[in-house]
């Protein structure tokens, strides 16, 4: 089954992302402390179709993206670096894209997959983000419920 092993925010744009071991989640808004639940993301202004109140990456995609940055001679990124809220283990976080979900007890709907961008190469000085995580950048996530979301916490659809 799959589950959260990875979860961080950060306070504005282009600030380093803070690991959390839990960490409180609003219905309509996203994490508490984050950028995008405060309205201060990168995309908070942009109109949009879909919600984008946390975002979501598959630690495998993490992997499979730092393995190719590597074989390029380039420098891989750790988990935080990816600018992504929830790191999970076990599961194609795509296919979340249009469904319901729990992590624990707070529901999410998957919104829309994510574009990588030059961001996590800018704020690092690590170089080849957007190509090497294109296609498995993660998802983002409407926050339907408000909770806590833990780290180790199981990821449900219905």
Excluded at 99 to 122: D, M, N, Q, Y
């Amino acid at each position: 089954m799959a589950s959260v092993v990875g979860l961080f925010v950060a306070s504005a744009i282009g600030q380093p992302m803070q690991t959390c071991t839990s960490v409180r989640v609003f219905a309509g808004r996203g994490l508490e402390g984050d950028r995008y639940e405060r309205g201060e993301g990168s995309y908070s202004k942009l109109p949009r179709a879909a919600a984008r109140h946390v975002s979501l990456i598959a630690c495998e995609a993490i992997e499979a993206a730092n393995r190719e940055l590597v074989q390029r001679g380039l420098i891989p990124f750790e988990a935080n670096e990816t600018r992504r809220n929830i790191v999970v283990d076990g599961m194609d976080v795509y296919g979340l894209l249009g469904k319901e979900f729990r992590i624990g007890a707070v529901r999410l709907r998957g919104s829309e997959p994510t574009r990588p961008c030059h961001l996590p190469s800018a704020v690092t000085g690590k170089m080849g983000f957007a190509e090497a995580y294109r296609d498995r950048g993660g998802v983002r996530a409407e926050v339907l419920s408000d909770g806590i979301i833990s780290i180790g916490d199981l990821i449900q659809t219905d």
